[in-house]
């Protein structure tokens, strides 16, 4: 059997735990040199004479080695190879002309790394570590009779033009000076910069400074900049990042309409009503988070977002998962009439020349309401004044409650160490918050080293196990993969039955908050000029509001239960805008 040994370096610290591996590894008691410390004075194993006991993983008090017994279709020499004991990648997924390939995987997974290779970014060594790079050659030999073949082969032949859209687009503002229109004019092969302009919205902010655009025009920017370079062949990491809903459906057509007989598509989404609309085939990727990963075969889109879901590869006879999730189809919650926590009448506040309405609302026991709209139309804003860190200049809230309130925007600069941050957390509510938000690997990190993902289920932790009546989360998902969603929202629904408390969740993940809610606040207005909350609604009532406004219909999936878009102007969509019904329960 295949065995790799993955050794996270900066959590190994031999002189705190006194060399505890080394000495307890029974392949070094015999003499042999399984596993000693390195130049770096780092840990390093020898995978060859590793017996897979386990000792030295179950022993390691920092959580730094895993030892993985690779299922026996993976004997085979790793695609990519992060130094010894390093990282893994085995197969590839391979765009496909004519169609928008999607990737759908954890987080660490390697899903970003399969397409740095694929786009020519990153040269893989194919597990020859200490080499450098492998040359094109060595890419069609090893994928001698697939399909990856015929593309190296394109590629070498530069048959194949590339442009690529990275994952972290926030760093374009630190190392782009200059205006949007500047920057774009640039990178604008096509002399296509007007029509691509009109296309994604980006007018208003043309002659706006890189450094002061938001995320999400940030966003559309680089995807602006991807389509704008002449190619044949275009990746996109994580393109709805930072976007609302309807501005998710826009690019999501966008890209769909790039794919035709002459140009390939492949996307990374984690949001998986976006991901199902514009992909037409998927491949899962699967492994242990930052230790392998595993590209699957390509299947449609429906079917491979149902075997995700169920964490089950039958034609491969693998499980990725000990789990399914699962989603329910739910009659109307009845509105709850006792219990009244808190309400709020007749507020308004002016934010420099936007103006918020929220008419007025109740909030009952034990309700997990989701909040709705597009950006820039007061969500924020209405949650800081019941969290009752904002003002509101008329109106008020009329029962004052205990608040535990997660902004937005999450501080990064605290040298805390996250046991510290989360101790609340760890003492009183481990089983129901820190073990399924998977924390403990973090204790010892500082919150300035935390990836985005990992800073926000620590600062969900540290909201949800504040004592409190009514808990505001502000975007939640953000920088979560599909998995890590899933579970906040069960973790955010557990702590508020245990506690008989009540939440908010703002956020733009349809799927997300379908899971999550039993109530919808809907924000109305016209972005950066008004916005008026209404509700909270059951959730047939508010995503039927909400949906006419982006004229689209839901239905739920037969096999799964999840919503799913029904395609514009199909029997499904006519049927349901004839009848009232655009979101089925």
Not at 253 to 260: Q, S, T, V, Y
Not at 265 to 289: C, Q, S
Not at 382 to 405: C, N
Request: hydrophobic share 40%.
């Amino acid at each position: 059997m295949a065995r790799i040994a993955v050794v996270d370096k900066p959590k190994c610290n031999h002189v705190k735990c006194g060399d505890l591996c080394i000495k307890l590894c029974p392949v070094n008691r015999t003499g042999k040199d399984c596993i000693v410390l390195g130049e770096d004075q780092k840990i390093v194993i020898d995978e060859k004479l590793c017996t897979g006991c386990g000792i030295c993983v179950n022993r390691c008090p920092f959580g730094a080695i895993s030892i993985i017994n690779l299922p026996e279709e993976l004997e085979t020499k790793p695609i990519h190879q992060y130094g010894r004991n390093g990282f893994h990648l085995y197969n590839l997924p391979v765009p496909k002309f004519g169609s928008v390939v999607g990737i759908v995987g954890r987080n660490g997974i390697g899903k970003s790394t399969a397409i740095k290779i694929l786009a020519g970014m990153l040269k893989p060594n194919l597990g020859d570590w200490e080499k450098n790079e492998s040359s094109w050659d060595d890419l069609i030999a090893y994928f001698k009779g697939t399909e990856a073949q015929a593309f190296f082969e394109k590629v070498k032949a530069r048959d194949i033009s590339i442009s690529y859209k990275p994952q972290q687009v926030d760093l374009i503002a630190k190392t782009q000076k200059g205006t949007v229109r500047e920057l774009l004019s640039k990178v604008d092969e096509k002399n296509e910069l007007e029509k691509i302009t009109k296309e994604l919205e980006l007018d208003k902010f043309m002659d706006t400074e890189i450094a002061k655009v938001s995320g999400g025009e940030l966003q559309r920017v680089a995807i602006a900049a991807t389509v704008l370079k002449k190619a044949n062949v275009y990746f996109f990491d994580e393109p709805t990042s930072y976007l609302d809903i309807k501005q998710r459906l826009k690019v999501s057509k966008f890209i769909r309409g790039l794919a035709d007989d002459k140009t390939a598509v492949m996307v990374i989404e984690h949001d998986l009503i976006i991901l199902d609309y514009m992909a037409d085939l998927v491949h899962l990727m699967y492994g242990k988070e930052s230790c392998y990963g595993i590209a699957s075969q390509t299947k449609s889109t429906r079917a491979g977002i149902n075997i995700y879901l169920s964490g089950y590869m039958r034609e491969e006879n693998i499980r990725f998962r000990d789990h399914p999730i699962r989603f329910e189809a739910r009659e109307p919650l009845k509105k709850i009439e006792t219990n009244l926590m808190t309400s709020w009448r007749d507020i308004e506040a002016k934010l420099g020349n936007f103006k918020l309405e929220a008419p007025e609302g109740d909030i009952y026991k034990n309700q997990v309401i989701g909040i709705l709209g597009a950006n820039g139309i007061g969500k924020t804003s209405f949650v800081k004044i019941l969290a009752g860190v904002a003002d509101s200049d008329k109106g008020k809230v009329t029962e004052k409650v205990k608040v535990s309130y997660k902004p937005q925007y999450i501080d990064t600069n605290s040298e805390e160490l996250v046991m510290n941050a989360i101790k609340d957390a760890i003492q009183k509510h481990d089983a129901v918050i820190v073990k399924p938000l998977g924390l403990k690997p973090l204790f010892t990190k500082k919150i300035n080293q935390l990836s985005g993902g990992e800073l926000q289920r620590v600062a969900i932790a540290q909201c949800l196990s504040k004592e409190a009546e009514l808990y505001l989360l502000d975007e939640p998902s953000a920088y979560l993969d599909v998995e890590q969603r899933l579970k906040v929202s069960k973790v955010i629904r557990d702590v508020m039955e245990q506690k008989q408390a009540s939440a908010l969740v703002v956020d733009h993940d349809i799927l997300f908050i379908d899971y999550l809610s039993n109530s919808l606040i809907v924000f109305d207005g016209e972005p950066a000029v008004h916005g008026t909350a209404k509700g909270p609604f059951d959730m047939a009532a508010g995503m039927n509001m909400f949906l006419s406004d982006i004229n689209i219909t839901f239905r739920r999936d037969e096999e799964t239960k999840r919503p799913r878009t029904n395609k514009p102007d199909s029997v499904m969509d006519r049927k349901q805008k004839t009848e009232g019904k655009l979101y089925y329960i």
